[in-house]
């Protein structure tokens, strides 16, 4: 057993399926793992959104320093690989009827903050020549089928008039005319969102950073150790004695015995097609880059991409499932594409012969109070998690804050992660677990149309 004062990771991420966004950009060399013992200012554990932003992050406030990231498999193969690509600039809360936050000001607040973050990541593009395809700022669409929906669509236009944000109503013609489907009755278009590339984006990401960064990938970290001065970071090749360390690393926070019962792991699941042929494209109509997602939080969420992006496919999202194992079995697996083919083939009966090339899992990690954990947990040791389903934008600001953090920057973002209260405790993991999935299954069945 690790002694007072260090930690060991209790598990390691374990995702099933490939990532498909990664997939479709074709293979790529990985870092290799540290070997032997290294020495380095700041170690960043996680090489998602979270992970490289904090050294990005890092690298512009303490450009001498000495920084690696560590990524238990290969970056872009994990969950930021895993998620729809919206980095959403408007209140997105996911527990809510329609997305809106508490309150107006609260809104107003996190909207500067997602701001920020969608211009951290533009800076990122243009500094590091990420193609524009990655990239794109095609706003996104809260879609409806049904009555209630349309209904969650309306009151959440009334809160976007109420604090003064841009939108527009779209009629199932235009909704028809920008998706090549008949299901949508009415769609909310909002035109902040950046839709994303996410593996590709990353892998940008990880391109710039590699030139002053020293990255190391298949390399799961197994312990923090306390030294006299910063921590002791042990791999299963080696070891990186480290000034400061920050946690980049979601949910897997709870791995290292961090907001223990505190965390809820969710899991969704998503499929995308093969490469849809010229017939195929002709029958799909539409536009060939979009982006919707369900006017009801639990319903499905679906997208479009083009050849910019890695191929002319639809994807496909839903089904959630609370496991706070965080491992998806091949049972769930088989049952979430039997559902998503429906799905799919409720909105493209034209396209019924279209295979899905990929199915995978995404973990997601929310907690009930809807707070991050970004910020110091110990002396030296930092973290930058809990995305409360916002991988994109809310993690990219988490690594900023924990960048900030731990060197005493004071800004916006470190004041309002600084400001969150703890994460609320769960009930006893039994309860919280068959309680969670009954609510979730309640809340899909709801929402089925969507």
Not at 227 to 249: E, K, M, S, Y
Request: charged fraction near 20%.
């Amino acid at each position: 057993m690790p002694r007072p004062g260090s930690f060991r990771a209790v598990r390691l991420p374990r995702l099933a399926g490939p990532a498909a966004w990664d997939s479709i950009l074709g293979p790529r060399p990985a870092a290799p793992p540290p070997e032997g013992t290294r020495r380095a200012d700041f170690v960043v554990i996680g090489g998602g959104f979270a992970g490289l932003s904090a050294a990005r992050r890092l690298l512009q406030l303490a450009p001498e320093a000495k920084i690696a990231v560590l990524d238990a498999g290969q970056i872009g193969q994990g969950s930021a690989g895993r998620n729809s690509g919206f980095m959403i600039d408007l209140p997105h809360e996911l527990t809510s009827e329609d997305y809106a936050g508490a309150d107006t000001g609260s809104d107003r607040t996190l909207i500067a903050l997602n701001r920020q973050a969608i211009a951290f990541a533009a800076e990122a593009v243009q500094e590091y020549a990420i193609p524009a395809g990655y990239f794109r700022r095609d706003g996104k669409v809260n879609g409806a089928a049904s009555r209630h929906a349309d209904a969650q669509n309306t009151a959440y236009a009334k809160h976007l008039a109420l604090i003064q944000e841009r939108y527009e109503v779209l009629d199932a013609k235009a909704m028809r005319d920008l998706t090549g489907s008949a299901y949508y009755r009415s769609g909310l278009y909002t035109p902040g969102t950046v839709m994303i590339q996410p593996a590709g984006y990353i892998r940008g990401l990880l391109a710039g950073l590699s030139r002053r960064v020293a990255v190391h990938e298949d390399t799961p970290v197994t312990d923090l150790i306390r030294c006299d001065h910063g921590w002791q970071v042990v791999t299963p090749q080696g070891r990186i004695d480290a000034g400061t360390v920050i946690l980049a690393n979601n949910g897997h926070l709870e791995s290292f015995g961090f907001a223990r019962r505190r965390l809820m792991h969710i899991f969704l699941f998503a499929c995308m097609t093969e490469e849809l042929s010229p017939d195929a494209l002709r029958r799909t109509g539409g536009a060939d880059c979009w982006g919707i997602t369900p006017s009801d939080p639990m319903g499905t969420t679906m997208r479009r991409i083009s050849t910019a992006q890695g191929g002319n496919r639809i994807i496909t999202r839903t089904m959630a499932k609370f496991l706070p194992h965080m491992v998806t079995s091949g049972c769930q697996m088989r049952r979430a594409m039997t559902m998503m083919r429906a799905k799919f083939d409720a909105r493209y009966p034209q396209l019924a012969d279209v295979r899905m090339e990929f199915g995978w899992s995404g973990h997601l990690c929310l907690t009930q109070n809807n707070s991050s954990v970004a910020g110091r947990l110990d002396e030296d040791l930092f973290a930058a998690c809990v995305c409360n389903g916002l991988g994109t934008t809310r993690s990219t600001l988490t690594g900023i804050a924990a960048a900030e953090a731990a060197l005493g920057h004071d800004s916006a973002i470190t004041r309002f992660f600084a400001a969150q209260h703890l994460p609320a405790r769960l009930p006893p993991a039994p309860l919280a677990q068959i309680g969670a999935n009954l609510f979730i299954r309640w809340k899909e069945w709801r929402a089925r149309k969507e």
